[in-house]
């Protein structure tokens, strides 16, 4: 499971490391009750953190204790060199799938809804499962999964290059090729009712409102590169499961 956290002001370390600790608290409770939840990852896009962040995790979760929790500095873009990063760790420890999951969306991350992905995956040959969340839901239950929270299929993301997108909408690229080259191969999966939880500080809700405000367009501008251009009917022709 790769969880990424950073932030550009030192004074948001503690309220960061605290929302971290918690996330990796309540993902290994989730482990008495679903199989398969491997390593939670947690990267620092060190170039766009303020340099203190990864230090003081790491000190906090040896503190707590918590089992099979790491920590890990990256260089590049927080949506593209970073995640691409966790994807060949995930590779390197033999998982077959990797959970892409945001902060904000770890209270979504239950035992149902974990069992759904289970379920999924175990019955039909997907390339990523997405799950829809609070003010997210029209946008992946359209089939334009959202690493937000999204499960991939680590050899087939690999295959199709990984995350390679210019402006933050790293999850079209990928989906495309895939489903050019298979055919319809996404599902979606309409999450639990629980909020989004957006970090205390103004950085972070700023920044929330502004990719909240931007990501069809920008996600067009991305279809657009990759030669999609009815960018809605592509997505939903592509979905091969919906529940």
Known sequence: MIIRVYTSN???????????????????????????L?????????????????SALTARLKMEQISDVQVAGTTGLPWRETLNYGIERAHSSGATHAIILSGKAVNSCTKEVMQNIDNLLSKHTL???GVAVDEF?????????LNTFAVWDVKMLREAGGFDAPNGVEEIAPMIRLCRARGACIGVLDGSDSALCIADSPEARKRHQR?????????????????????????????????
């Open 10 to 36: 030192p004074d948001n370390v503690s309220d960061r490391v605290d929302r971290a600790v918690s996330h990796a608290q309540h993902i290994s409770g989730l482990r008495k009750c679903v199989q398969g």
């Open 38 to 54: 491997g390593t939670i990852l947690f990267l620092v896009p060190s170039e766009h953190d303020c340099g203190e962040t990864q």
């Open 127 to 129: 390339a990523v499962v």
């Open 137 to 145: 839901k029209y946008i992946v239950m359209s089939g334009r999964v």
């Open 211 to 243: 990719i909240l405000l931007t990501k069809r367009s920008r996600q067009m501008l991305e279809s657009d590169r990759m030669g999609v251009s009815d960018m809605e009917n592509f997505f939903k022709q592509n979905i091969f499961i919906s529940c």
